[in-house]
């Protein structure tokens, strides 16, 4: 393992085309081997800044981070939302299991070892241990 920090920067149209950029976000961690659960956990990330941040506007932009330093792997993805408040940022189940919606961030929070949020809301980091 390399003693230093690597970092890229990537930019994204708010579209829910993903697969392709989760790949290429994904490119330094082929060898892992639980990555499906990277893939869902980022594609569910994704999907949120696009829905709920960017509101579906493709005049809008994911930023995303990767570093990746000798003991973890990290992705900051940030959306031009006004950012989710504290209150939601809840990553319960939801209490009916026919819900259509409300299982990502309880996703996120299962496929990472560290998540965190900006203040705003609008920055969620995601970290993996290497």
């Not at 809008?60 to 408040?85: A, E, F, L, N, S």
Request: hydrophobic share 40%; aromatic share 10%; glycine share 6%.
């Amino acid at each position: 393992m390399s003693s230093t920090k690597d970092t890229s920067t990537f930019e994204l149209e708010s579209s829910l085309q993903l697969s392709d950029f989760v790949e290429l976000l994904l490119e330094p961690l082929y060898q892992y081997q639980h990555l499906y659960l990277i893939r869902l956990g980022l594609h569910e990330a994704l999907v949120n800044a696009v829905k709920h941040g960017n509101k579906f506007d493709s005049s809008k932009i994911i930023k995303v981070k990767r570093i990746i330093t000798p003991h973890w792997w990290v992705w900051i993805i940030q959306d031009q939302g006004q950012g989710m408040k504290k209150g939601k940022r809840k990553f319960n189940l939801p209490k009916r299991i026919d819900s259509v919606s409300g299982r990502g961030l309880f996703l996120i929070n299962e496929c990472f070892d560290d998540v965190r949020w900006s203040p705003k809301g609008n920055k969620l980091q995601l970290a993996l241990r290497r």
